[in-house]
């Protein structure tokens, strides 16, 4: 079981909006000091890739219909005007004071309808 | 350009140890923190193994060894007795910044991944 935890699915209607959760502790997400969460796709077959870094950061080429957000020790990552191509697993990551070390939650199968 | 070219498939008998190796090129390999992060077949990532940019620590999963160097420019993963859970694709990963701490890493360029098959 991850110490990130993400809904196992998630699905949607082409054009709508979606949300993915990540939902971590006061170790990670929620921590005092500055710990970012970060978001990565995976489209079947390939490597993932960085979605979102930092507090909402997109990486050259990526559409700006893609945003995250964070609350307390919660974390969530918006897809808005759903496209097929968005099909895929969505990752979140961030840094576990407790443990020292990155960690990845568990990942979310995005099906768009 | 940045790229991460990995070494190819494996498979290795269980017990028995393998290293895996990562060519960088397009960037200063000491300047950046670099990762190894490993998917097994039909789950999700798993982080393995962290060599700070300065090499002042590195941070692994039990029997794994990260190593550098960076006058070939090229990353390694050594992993010890294997098991047939070590079965997965394993990921060479870059940092997105330059001389961060570890709070601060993600993951921005990607090698292409290494299947390694764990098989008597």
């Known amino acids: 079981q991850s110490v990130l935890t993400q809904p196992p699915s998630v699905s949607g209607a082409l054009g709508q909006r979606v949300t993915i959760s990540c939902t971590g502790s006061?170790?990670?997400?929620?921590?005092?000091?500055?710990?970012?969460v970060h978001w990565y796709q995976q489209r079947p077959g390939t490597v993932p890739k960085l979605l979102i870094y930092g507090e909402n950061n997109r990486p050259s080429g990526v559409p700006d219909r893609f945003s995250a957000s964070k609350s307390g020790a919660s974390a969530s990552l918006a897809i808005n005007g759903l496209q097929a191509e968005d099909e895929a697993d969505y990752y979140c990551?961030?840094?576990?004071?407790?443990?020292?070390?990155?960690?990845f939650g568990g990942g979310t199968k995005l099906t768009v309808l | 350009e940045v790229q991460l070219l990995q070494s190819g498939g494996v498979v290795v008998q269980p017990g028995r140890s393998l290293r895996l190796s990562c060519a960088a090129s397009?960037?200063?390999?000491?300047?950046?923190?670099m990762h190894w992060v490993r998917q097994a077949p039909g789950k999700g990532l798993e982080w393995v193994a962290l060599?700070?940019?300065?090499e002042d620590s590195t941070s692994v999963k039990g029997r794994f060894i990260i190593s550098r160097d960076v006058d070939k420019n090229s990353l390694y993963l050594q992993i010890n007795t294997v098991r047939p859970e070590d079965s997965a694709f394993y990921y060479c990963a870059k940092v997105g910044r330059p001389m961060a701490p570890i709070r601060e890493d993600y993951f921005k360029d990607w090698g292409q991944g290494t299947l390694v098959t764990v098989s008597s």
């Open positions: 006061t170790s990670n997400i929620g921590s005092r000091y500055d710990v970012f």
């Open positions: 990551q961030s840094y576990d004071s407790s443990l020292t070390r990155l960690l």
């Open positions: 397009g960037f200063t390999l000491g300047d950046y923190s």
């Open positions: 060599i700070h940019w300065d």
